[in-house]
């Protein structure tokens, strides 16, 4: 079975500061795909970012990148100039390749972005 | 794109009571469809997830069942709901132009009291 770990509970930072959230993971398998999920108060789940495993360059978008360390199995998210909007409980999240695609998600890091 | 809608958008309910949350999709067709369910603070747990009408596969034993009677349709039930259903219920599909990625409807509010 495959899990999700983020090891910081809590971050806060600076408005136009940028921040690094932590997240490793486990699996046994080679295909697969990892994402990155905002949910702001509303409590709506937001896609941020998706990488597919089988691609070695990192994906961005816009102020938002990963540094997807697969040998290591690691998924950072990076958010550059952060904006008050930013503030949020982000989780990663993985799914396999193949399969039912069913997404097993870590337990969240909640970010605040300071005035 | 697609659009999920969940009704209600918050429920108080006593224990004991029935329970019928709805989720319906637009802008796709024949999506796979989620129902997840996030305790206060904690990450979320998958509870249902369908292929197609009528096909259901669970994940965790419990209280709930869903079901799929129409293609862009998944609704969450329980005839005697417990304390601990309480919390945040979330519907997801994945089809369209992506169909490796859950995008997750505006949630629905349980409170069990």
């Known amino acids: 079975a495959q899990t999700v770990t983020q090891s910081q509970p809590e971050m806060s930072v600076q408005e136009a500061e940028t921040v690094t959230l932590s997240c490793t993971y486990d699996t046994s398998e080679n295909n697969y795909y990892l994402f990155w999920y905002k949910q702001p108060p509303s409590r709506q789940m937001i896609l941020v970012i998706r990488q597919e495993a089988y691609k070695q360059q990192n994906a961005t978008e816009n102020r938002f990148s990963v540094n997807f360390q697969k040998a290591a199995k690691s998924f950072s998210l990076k958010i550059s100039d952060s904006q008050l909007g930013d503030t949020a409980m982000y989780f990663c999240?993985?799914?396999?390749?193949?399969?039912?695609?069913?997404?097993?998600f870590g337990t969240g890091t909640r970010l605040t972005i300071i005035p | 794109s697609q659009t999920i809608h969940q009704w209600p958008a918050t429920l108080v309910q006593p224990v004991g009571s029935p329970l019928s949350l709805e989720c319906t999709v637009e802008?796709?067709?024949?999506?796979?469809l989620y129902w997840y369910r996030q305790a206060a603070g904690r990450g979320l747990q998958l509870l249902f997830y369908s292929v197609g009408i009528g096909q259901i596969s669970s994940e965790v034993p419990q209280n709930l069942s869903a079901s799929r009677p129409q293609d862009r349709q998944f609704i969450l039930s329980s005839k005697k709901l417990l304390l601990s259903d309480s919390g945040f219920y979330l519907c997801a599909c994945t089809g369209g132009v992506s169909t490796d990625t859950q995008y997750f409807g505006p949630g629905t509010r349980l409170t069990v009291l």
């Open positions: 802008g796709t067709s024949n999506p796979n």
């Open positions: 999240a993985f799914r396999l390749f193949f399969g039912n695609e069913k997404l097993t």
